[in-house]
């Protein structure tokens, strides 16, 4: 063979070897570009779904609201059912009688539901006691399981079954930082208003005062929207 037609030959050789490698390059480029755009939706609706928001109400039905406290206070919930984001979820829960009663669950957590809440905020009626530590309970059952999860508990008064404040820093314990509650007391009495910033402050919410319906419907915007 002459020194030629060797060098020919490796010149296409190595023509071929590096064609080969380029396609190769490309190939894997291609590859991982189809892959992370694919996986990249995915890993955000992921990512979605476990920060997404989800408020519940829980209400005081108790006594004491009777009569225009209630009024009062359903108007103001409106406002706060208006002020949700859109795709944010939602709930209501009421709460009065005796201990051990965690209330009623009138509307499950879930979104696009503002016809509901606000159907169902019509309906509250007052009537028996405050039993605070057995609604945090089950409002805490109520909940996703994981996500931004805040409860907005409007009351009037102290509870009338224990120490909630202490219930509330065992809910918080059990689901961590992604959840708080935001406390609202409606002309609370002092023991009444101590109670309600305690629950606040264990579970890294805010507590806020009102006196009449506008800051009432104020303060129920603010917790939605904190």
């Known amino acids: ?41 995915v890993a955000q609706a992921q990512e979605s779904t476990s920060r997404q928001s989800s ?8 006594g004491s609201m009777s009569g ?11 406002a706060g059912i208006d002020a949700l984001a859109p ?9 009065s009688g005796s201990c051990g009663d965690g209330g009623r669950l009138l509307v499950p957590v879930a979104t696009d539901n503002k016809d509901q809440l606000n159907a169902a905020t019509t309906q509250l009626s007052a009537d028996g006691g405050t039993p605070t530590p057995d609604a945090l309970r089950a409002a805490a059952r109520d909940l ?3 996500g931004d999860r805040t409860i907005v508990l409007i ?12 219930v509330a820093q065992e809910i918080k314990n059990d689901l961590g930082v992604d959840f708080r509650v935001h406390a609202v007391g409606f002309n609370a009495p002092t023991n009444a208003e101590s109670e309600l910033s305690c629950i606040a402050n264990a579970t890294g919410g805010q507590y806020f ?5 506008d800051e009432l ?4 915007s603010t917790a939605v929207e904190t």
């Open 1 to 41: 063979m002459t020194s030629r037609l060797r060098q020919r030959r490796a010149r296409w050789h190595n023509r071929f070897a590096s064609g080969h490698r380029r396609n190769m390059v490309i190939a894997l480029l291609s590859l991982l570009v189809a892959v992370a755009t694919i996986s990249a939706p």
């Open 87 to 95: 795709g944010q979820a939602a709930g209501l829960r009421s709460f």
């Open 155 to 166: 009351s009037d008064g102290q509870s009338s079954c224990g120490n909630p404040c202490a």
């Open 209 to 213: 005062t009102a006196t009449n319906t």
């Open 55 to 62: 408020v519940l109400f829980v209400v005081d039905t108790s």
């Open 144 to 146: 996703p399981a994981s």
């Open 68 to 78: 225009s406290p209630l009024s009062q206070a359903k108007e103001a919930l409106r």
């Open 217 to 220: 419907a104020a303060a129920i």
